[in-house]
């Protein structure tokens, strides 16, 4: 069992930067593939980028340049550095892990914990 807890969140105007943490339990911590979604009011939960166990990175086309997704395993934490903040990028941001392999990685219904979520809010 693994948990997730977010932070990082608030709001921010347009062109500002955040960085989201995401401090997981467990101890094989570097044998889980992470990703972070987000959640827009009205919409459906979407992929935004995913670091693999081995450290490879994957992003959504709308975030890439933008957001840079690292972890340190020692302190069992992933983090999403956003810079150059849209209004659009305004969402609830979700943590998600998976130990073991993933087709994608790139789709919600591939990770196993998720967790409880950190408002991202953009002015313009």
């Known amino acids: 069992q693994v948990q997730l807890v977010e932070s990082g969140g608030g709001l921010v105007q347009a062109g500002d930067s955040l960085r989201l943490s995401c401090a997981a339990s467990?101890?094989?911590?570097?044998?889980?593939?992470m990703g972070w979604f987000r959640q827009a009011p009205g919409k459906e939960r979407e992929f935004v980028a995913t670091i693999r166990s081995n450290g490879r990175t994957y992003y959504a086309d709308s975030v890439k340049g933008r957001f840079t997704m690292s972890r340190d395993n020692a302190k069992n934490t992933v983090y999403l550095q956003m810079n150059s903040l849209k209004p659009e990028d305004t969402a609830v941001y979700y943590c998600a892990a998976k130990w073991g392999a993933q087709p994608t990685g790139l789709k919600e219904n591939e990770y196993d914990y998720w967790g409880q979520g950190t408002q991202v809010t953009v002015s313009s």
């Open positions: 467990g101890r094989t911590f570097s044998s889980y593939n």
